[in-house]
Nanobody
Framework: VQLQASGGGLVQPGGSLRLSCAVS????????IGWFRQALGKEREATSC????????AYAESVKGRFAISRDKAKNTVYLQMNNVKSEDAAVYLC???????????????WGRGTQVTVSS
């Protein structure tokens, strides 16, 4: 199983960025994919999740209304559209796979390398 996050970079406050999580070795119908972030010196924090069976989505309050998680099952890829980005969104973003959506990173058994999001004007 491999998950590869990409799409990070430098974004200005108020700007947008789209992250991708390419998944191999498992199908999106069977696993939930969550996007987490970890800033330097802070704990890993859940931002969003999309469930496997029905595509149900869930968001942390801190990103609700600004971030949108989606998936393309044909490409086995999950996306995180980040809009109206704030300075506090700066972090390494990682995607993980679990049997169901939860906000606990310990429930996610598979992780990929993260992608850095830097917010600066």
């Amino acid at each position: 199983v491999q998950l590869q996050a990409s799409g990070g970079g430098l974004v200005q406050p108020g700007g947008s960025l789209r992250l991708s999580c390419a998944v191999s070795g498992l199908t999106l119908d069977d696993y939930a994919i969550g996007w987490f972030r970890q800033a330097l010196g802070k704990e890993r924090e859940a931002t969003s999740c999309i469930s496997g069976s029905d595509g149900y989505t869930a968001y942390a309050e801190s990103v609700k209304g600004r971030f949108a998680i989606s998936r393309d099952k044909a490409k086995n890829t999950v996306y995180l559209q980040m809009n109206n980005v704030k300075s506090e969104d700066a972090a390494v973003y990682l995607c993980g796979a679990a049997t169901r959506c939860t906000s606990s990173s310990t429930d996610f058994g598979f992780w990929g390398r993260g992608t850095q999001v830097t917010v600066s004007s």
